[in-house]
T-cell receptor
Framework: DAGVIQSPRHEVTEMGQEVTLRCKPISGHDYLFWYRQTMMRGLELLIYFNNNVPIDDSGMPEDRFSAKMPNASFSTLKIQPSEPRDSAVYFC????????????FGEGSRLTVL | AQRVTQPEKLLSVFKGAPVELKCNYSYSGSPELFWYVQYSRQRLQLLLRHISRESIKGFTADLNKGETSFHLKKPFAQEEDSAMYYCALAASSARQLTFGSGTQLTVLP
């Protein structure tokens, strides 16, 4: 397995544009997480899914952020409209049920909003 | 609610010196604690967990419930240990991890 796959690896966009980040979890994993990493705040959990259903989105900063998981092998995190303060590295992670501590992370998507 | 605190954002030590990365937590129940590591240009990955009581790459961490701490230690640091380290906590029956803010360790030659 290639592990968790994220795209794009880097995204540079202008304020006000829509940004879509994508994630393919490890096959067989039934939990998927989206995290945001910044120097100031470290790793913040944005939202997570179990069996494609959003369970907790309390970490989503505001209505500009949305996430979907249409099937077990694909998830998106969308920011519309983007703002400079959204600049960060966004990580997707997945795991099997019953293995709370064993997250497998993607390589991250580095977003820069100008 | 649970909380994980890593008081040092940056930590530098010389090669061969002992290193301790601090992690304190607040949680009223029995937590599971973990350390994750992110080497330069690599994925964030699980380093060790307190339940296993294992030593990985020379690192150990002991859960001290009295002090609510889970410090990561290594007696002799190596340059390849330079990385970002995150402490994480899983509350009982929780389905997600709570991460600390991370410590960037630099081992100087």
């Amino acid at each position: 397995d290639a592990g968790v796959i994220q795209s794009p690896r880097h995204e540079v966009t202008e304020m006000g544009q829509e940004v879509t980040l994508r994630c393919k979890p490890i096959s067989g994993h039934d939990y998927l997480f989206w995290y945001r990493q910044t120097m100031m705040r470290g790793l913040e959990l944005l939202i997570y899914f179990n069996n494609n259903v959003p369970i907790d989105d309390s970490g989503m900063p505001e209505d500009r952020f949305s996430a979907k998981m249409p099937n077990a092998s694909f998830s998106t995190l969308k920011i519309q409209p983007s703002e400079p303060r959204d600049s960060a590295v966004y990580f997707c992670a997945s795991r099997m049920g019953g293995r709370t501590g064993e997250l497998f992370f993607g390589e991250g998507s580095r977003l820069t909003v100008l | 609610a649970q909380r994980v605190t890593q008081p040092e954002k940056l930590l530098s030590v010389f090669k061969g010196a002992p290193v301790e990365l601090k992690c304190n937590y607040s949680y009223s129940g029995s937590p599971e604690l973990f350390w994750y590591v992110q080497y330069s240009r690599q994925r964030l990955q699980l380093l060790l967990r307190h339940i296993s009581r294992e030593s990985i790459k020379g690192f150990t961490a002991d859960l001290n419930k009295g002090e609510t701490s889970f410090h990561l230690k290594k007696p002799f640091a190596q340059e390849e240990d330079s990385a970002m380290y995150y402490c994480a906590l899983a509350a009982s029956s929780a389905r997600q991890l709570t991460f600390g803010s991370g410590t960037q360790l630099t081992v100087l030659p």
